[in-house]
């Protein structure tokens, strides 16, 4: 795995409402990672558009570089939006980030088909299964942070 550190997850929901936004950075105010999932809607819309209703692939790559960020975007088949913004020292590979959107979208569908959460979309995502879950794969060390 590419030396890669995860600095915030968001999930954002069909009408662009923030579902949940996770800061896993010390260094960056929430606020920040908040800025940067609204503005990564703009450049998912336009790239949806362009790729037309019928495009299979739902990871969008690189979505754009910001300071000393990588903000990359995936987007379900119900039009539900994950952004991903890493501080990389080495280009990450496209392998490596499908699956990582891929662990965060089945931590997603476990927590749409429990019974028992609100599908109206409005509301944030506060199950603390769901938080530990996401927190596990942020906090996920990477190969040149664990030791021999």
């Known amino acids: 795995m590419s030396d890669i550190k995860i600095q915030s997850i968001a999930i954002i929901g069909k009408q662009n409402n923030p579902l949940y936004i996770k800061n896993f950075s010390v260094f960056h105010p929430d606020l920040k990672y908040h800025y940067i ?33 990588d903000v990359y975007g995936y987007v379900t088949n119900t039009r539900v ?44 995502i506060v199950s603390k299964r769901f938080v530990a879950a996401i927190d596990a794969i942020g906090i996920t060390p990477s190969d040149d942070d664990v030791s021999p």
């Open 37 to 69: 999932a609204h503005t990564s809607c703009d450049v998912i819309d336009e790239r949806v558009g362009a790729a037309g209703p019928e495009a299979a692939d739902t990871y969008l790559g690189l979505l754009y570089a910001m300071e000393d960020l």
């Open 81 to 124: 939006k994950f952004v991903v913004v890493l501080s990389v020292t080495n280009p990450v590979k496209n392998t490596v980030m499908k699956n990582l959107f891929k662990k965060i979208h089945n931590v997603y569908i476990n927590q749409v088909c429990n019974p028992f959460y609100n599908l109206d979309g409005k509301k944030s």
